[in-house]
């Protein structure tokens, strides 16, 4: 059974760094071609694509966020480590992680199980 | 950047059958994939590949794709179908990235 889950702060202030941890379960980042990914939604708004890493370490970033962007994995601990630098208040949003499933060693391109989201307020 | 255009809403009757459309340049050349999320939840995949159905999703959802628009059906629509569906696709057209739609809000009345 395939489970994520998001953990970081609820609130951050303007300009600061945001680092989110997704901790998951039922599956290994070791696996080719398996990954993890982050998306996001704004209140009311439609989902966002942020950045994907995999389990060769390749990373792909949203062109729009790139510079502001990174994400590492931990094998070891089943976790996916993601930062957003210099944080705006339209960065307020629910914060997904998701599980990139892989088919005969290859990735796929949908995301299969995700996790329940973590609501993060940038306000002064 | 490559761009998926769903209307934002939909409406449709009990027991109806609701088409809701993605569109993108050449889409039939991509695979699509879709995902449903009612409020407050997290999104749940419905259809991927086109056209394939995750475990544990009804044999009421369905999908197609050709052309510049791709589409999933809903037949015998339920009261509990009522959310937001979100199109996907992953776009290696330039700077392979993942591409969500804007996402159609299905009201069933």
């Known amino acids: 059974q395939i489970t994520l889950k998001e953990s970081g702060p609820t609130l951050v202030k303007p300009t600061q760094t945001l680092t989110l941890t997704c901790t998951f379960s039922g599956f290994s980042l070791n696996t080719s071609g398996v990954g993890v990914g982050w998306i996001r939604q704004p209140p009311g708004k439609a989902l966002e694509w942020l950045v994907i890493?995999?389990?060769?370490?390749?990373?792909r970033h949203s062109p729009s966020l790139k510079n502001r962007l990174t994400i590492t994995k931990d094998t070891t601990k089943n976790q996916v480590v993601f930062t957003m630098t210099n944080m705006d208040p339209v960065d307020t949003a629910t914060y997904y992680c998701a599980h990139r499933p892989s088919q005969w060693g290859m990735p796929t391109p949908y995301f299969d199980y995700w996790g329940q989201g973590a609501l993060v307020t940038v306000s002064s | 950047s490559y761009v998926l255009t769903q209307p934002p809403s939909v409406s449709v009757a009990p027991g109806q059958t609701a088409s809701l459309t993605c569109g993108g340049n050449?889409?039939?050349?991509?695979?699509v994939h879709w995902y449903q999320q009612k409020p407050g939840q997290a999104p749940v995949l419905v259809v991927y590949d086109d056209s394939d159905r995750p475990s544990g999703i009804p044999d009421r959802f369905s999908g197609s794709n050709s052309g510049n628009t791709a589409t999933l059906t809903i037949t015998r629509v339920e009261a509990g179908d009522e959310a937001n569906y979100y199109c996907q696709v992953w776009d290696d057209s330039t700077d392979h990235h993942v591409v969500f739609g804007g996402g159609t809000k299905l009201t069933v009345l």
């Open positions: 050449s889409i039939g050349n991509k695979e």
């Open positions: 890493v995999s389990s060769d370490d390749d990373h």
